[in-house]
């Protein structure tokens, strides 16, 4: 079966009207009967078609009691639906922009990260991603929300239904993020994950030097039926690309870290000489307040 073409834009649309026709109670045909519509009207709303105008699709929107943020950004995206790759920044007025990217996940039959400098968000313990949080600056409050946030999304990513594949550079791991016990917890966590068999976790070791991910932290994901995207997230802005070109080039890095790091048996080896050489130091540093 050919892959479906449609656009990052236009399937948020489209989910954002199913999700309130669900709301409501509604299905398409009721809803044009009560507009006087036929019902594949509807139904290309649905599917994140344009063609729609703004008096119609405010009708539609009015109808099903959108709420007024819900319905700015519905009337913003109605037309740029079929324009492929978005460029989100993150004070644009849009109340929740990491939506985008929940949505894509939940539909993904396969995810594959690489993260060069922190544990990656994905695998991430809530007590890590608070102190990455404050480090920003972020406020406590935001902070704790953010870890609320990202272990929802954990929760729904790594429930078996998808394949998981994690690139992470070495110091990612070697970056301390809050006190020992953070790190601990963090360390060990990951051994955690490491035996589920739809996650796979591989270390691209320091001594490798120079490598294909220099160029920042990304995620591919994709699907059963659309074509694949890539997301990169930036201090200003969240990106989704969906050119063909610009996917070619990330899945050539990927390939290209598939081939530079670790296995998953040497990857946990790493990960628990890393936890040696932690609990040393804190043993030798213990020692030396003893004696002073």
Known sequence: MPLRRSTVRGR????????????????????????????AK????????????????????????????????????????HVRDWLQPKESGVTDRARTLREHEKIASDITGWSMNVVHGMLQVPEYTRHLALAKPLAPDEARALAVSRAARQRA?????????????????????????????????LLRLSVRPYLM??????????????????DRLQFKKIPPIIYVESEGANVFL??????????????????????????????????????????VAEEQLQRE
């Open 42 to 81: 509807v139904s290309e709303l649905v599917n994140g078609k344009a063609g729609t105008s703004d008096v119609d699709l405010a009708k539609l929107l009015g109808l099903l009691r959108t709420p007024p943020d819900e319905f700015d950004h519905l009337m913003a995206l109605h037309h740029e639906t």
């Open 201 to 218: 976790i591989r270390l691209i070791p320091t001594a490798f030097g120079p490598h294909a991910g220099l160029a920042g932290d990304f």
């Open 157 to 189: 990513v790594l429930d078996g239904y998808r394949t998981v594949t994690i690139f992470m550079h070495e110091q990612a791991l070697r970056l301390p993020v809050g006190n020992e016990d953070v790190m601990a917890e963090q360390l060990h966590h």
């Open 242 to 283: 969906e050119d063909q070109l610009s996917v070619g080039r990330y899945d050539t890095v990927v390939k290209s870290l598939g081939r530079t790091a670790l296995d998953e048996e040497r990857t946990r080896k790493l990960i628990t000489d890393i936890i040696g050489e932690e609990a040393r130091g804190d043993q």
């Open 12 to 39: 948020e649309f489209g989910d954002a009207i199913r999700a309130l026709l669900r709301a409501a109670g509604l299905t398409n045909r009721a809803v044009a009967e009560l507009l006087g519509w036929q019902e």
